[in-house]
């Protein structure tokens, strides 16, 4: 019954805000979890209560937003950059066999990691190392600004794309900013252009760590998630907290 911890990462480079982690930090991230004995588990893993974690272990779900180009790129000969996120973690796990590479990516259709001819080998790379895509919109809207029209076409359009790469529904969805849409039950479904759309989970860009799935108050729907950064309610900020004894994490029996 103990929380989930859900980090949200959105550039790996230096620059102000939350929104930024450097090289160094995200690499000293992946340390700090395995240390704590985190180890990764999918977003839908979790949400479908299908997580598969040693004994003792406790499950960390790392997200990435908004496709951006040092989330995964590549080098000329085709390899993944070691200093992009993807290339970081890759050796990471090289290291530490247990902690794969195993993240769930929202992306942006019209952006996604820098919108070269390589989007199709990039979304191979990341599904064969174990990890998945997500709905994040297209034009990464403040929802609750839009018509129930323009909201559907966000996000039907964004699993058209997705589907397009060879990912079959039911994707993830993030809400870009963290806001839900005015008519909140768009977020369960609804149908467009003769199909009905559902998500498997709703993430949303705020605290605290997660329910477990366990929990009678779990909700799909309304999952937080924590700003991989060392301020206030950030994945650093929760961590100390965990280790005053507040917010203790699921751990596997």
Same mark, same amino acid.
Request: aromatic fraction near 10%.
């Given at each position: ?18 929104? !930024? ?33 040693? $004994?003792?272990? =406790?499950?960390?779900?790392? &997200?990435? /937003? ?12 085709? &390899? ?23 993240? &769930?990516? !929202?992306?942006?259709?019209? =952006?996604?990691?820098? =919108? ?9 790379? %990341?599904?064969? +190392?174990? $990890? ?9 809207? !403040? %929802?609750?600004?839009?018509?129930? /029209? ?40 609804? /149908? ?7 998500? +498997? ?16 108050? !779990? ?10 950064? =060392?301020?206030?309610? $950030?994945?650093? $900020? ?16």
């Amino acid at each position: 019954m103990g929380r989930v911890y859900i980090a949200m990462y959105h550039h790996i480079r230096a620059g102000r805000g939350d929104m !930024f982690r450097t090289v160094k930090q995200f690499r000293a991230d992946l340390d700090k979890y395995y240390g704590l004995g985190f180890r990764p588990v999918l977003a839908s893993q979790y949400v479908e209560n299908k997580m598969t974690l040693p $004994s003792g272990a =406790s499950p960390i779900v790392l &997200t990435f /937003d908004d496709s951006n180009p040092t989330q995964l790129q590549l080098k000329k000969d085709g &390899t993944v950059d070691p200093n992009c996120a993807v290339g970081i973690w890759i050796a990471f796990a090289k290291e530490h066999p247990d902690f794969p590479v195993h993240g &769930t990516f !929202f992306v942006l259709p019209d =952006s996604m990691w820098g =919108s070269d001819n390589q989007v199709s080998k990039k979304v191979k790379i %990341l599904t064969g +190392l174990g $990890s998945e895509i997500g709905n994040h919109t297209i034009d990464h809207p !403040f %929802l609750n600004r839009l018509s129930d /029209d323009r909201v559907k076409w966000e996000l039907g359009r964004c699993q058209e794309r997705i589907e397009a790469l060879g990912i079959k529904p039911p994707h993830l969805m993030a809400v870009p900013y963290g806001v839900m849409p005015r008519h909140r039950s768009l977020v369960e479904g609804f /149908d467009w252009k003769g199909k009905h759309i559902e998500f +498997l989970g709703v993430f949303r860009a705020d605290g605290p760590p997660a329910r477990s799935p366990d929990d009678p108050e !779990f909700t799909k729907y309304r999952i937080p998630r924590l700003v991989a950064a =060392s301020g206030s309610d $950030s994945v650093q $900020s929760f961590l100390r907290l965990m280790a005053a004894g507040q917010y203790a994490p699921y751990v596997e029996p």
